[in-house]
């Protein structure tokens, strides 16, 4: 069943930019294939007799790419998140952005966004522990126009991840994912 989901994302990813096809209507749009580097924090918890309750800090980068009208952008994305003493750790998922048209310089954002978060870690009992388990949440960010197919967007994303590895009677509980972000994003306008 992952391989059928990875199929149908990386199918998605590959397509997106057609959806900023351009047909009989006047209105403004573009594809979009951004870079994205982050700074992140992961809620870890876990039940056992000393409790443990952390904040892992790390970076990530990442890879979008999507379309975009006057007033919406789509994303599809992929994050690598580089977690210290966790094997692996990475996202698959979307964003849907409105956007409010302040300046002809800059523009601010809201958006939602939801996907698949899987990690991978050995913890200290040497017991290995995976989560593939979906997220969803909420970005905000601002959007700097540096030319006509550059933009330069800073942001913060806030993923409510709300997963569980239970093994050997020891639960680990992955809560939130907040990140601050900057990306650049280039615009291909279609004609």
Same mark, same amino acid.
């Given at each position: #069943?992952?391989?059928?989901? !990875?199929?149908? &994302?990386? =199918?998605?990813?590959?397509?997106?930019?057609? &959806?900023? /096809? /351009?047909?009989?209507?006047?209105?403004?749009?573009? %594809? &979009?294939?951004?870079?994205?580097?982050?700074?992140?924090?992961? /809620?870890?918890?876990?039940?056992?007799?000393?409790?443990? !309750?952390?904040?892992?800090?790390?970076?990530?980068?990442?890879? !979008?790419?999507?379309?975009?009208?006057?007033?919406?952008? +789509?994303?599809? %994305?992929?994050?690598?998140?580089?977690?210290?003493?966790?094997?692996?750790?990475?996202?698959?998922?979307?964003?849907?952005?409105?956007?409010?048209?302040?300046?002809?310089?800059?523009?601010?954002?809201?958006?939602?966004?939801?996907?698949?978060?899987?990690?991978?870690?050995?913890?200290?009992? %040497?017991?290995?522990?995976?989560?593939?388990?979906?997220?969803?949440?909420?970005?905000?960010? #601002?959007?700097?126009?540096?030319?006509?197919? +550059?933009?330069?967007?800073?942001?913060?994303?806030? #993923? %409510?991840?709300?997963?569980?590895?239970?093994?050997? /009677?020891?639960?680990? =509980?992955?809560?939130? +994912? =907040?990140?601050?972000? #900057?990306?650049?994003?280039?615009?291909?306008?279609?004609?």
């Amino acid at each position: #069943m992952k391989n059928i989901n !990875k199929i149908i &994302l990386a =199918t998605l990813l590959s397509t997106a930019p057609l &959806l900023a /096809d /351009d047909s009989n209507h006047n209105y403004y749009s573009s %594809s &979009l294939v951004g870079v994205e580097l982050g700074y992140n924090n992961l /809620d870890l918890e876990n039940d056992t007799t000393t409790p443990l !309750k952390e904040t892992h800090k790390f970076t990530s980068s990442g890879l !979008k790419i999507g379309a975009q009208t006057d007033n919406y952008r +789509i994303f599809l %994305s992929a994050r690598h998140l580089q977690i210290s003493d966790f094997d692996s750790a990475y996202t698959l998922g979307g964003e849907f952005q409105y956007l409010f048209n302040f300046s002809e310089y800059a523009n601010f954002y809201l958006g939602v966004n939801a996907g698949q978060a899987e990690i991978k870690f050995v913890d200290s009992n %040497s017991v290995s522990r995976t989560i593939a388990d979906p997220y969803y949440g909420g970005d905000i960010g #601002m959007n700097v126009h540096v030319s006509d197919s +550059i933009d330069l967007e800073f942001g913060a994303r806030v #993923m %409510s991840l709300n997963a569980e590895n239970d093994k050997e /009677d020891v639960i680990y =509980t992955f809560n939130t +994912i =907040t990140t601050g972000y #900057m990306s650049l994003v280039f615009k291909y306008n279609i004609d």
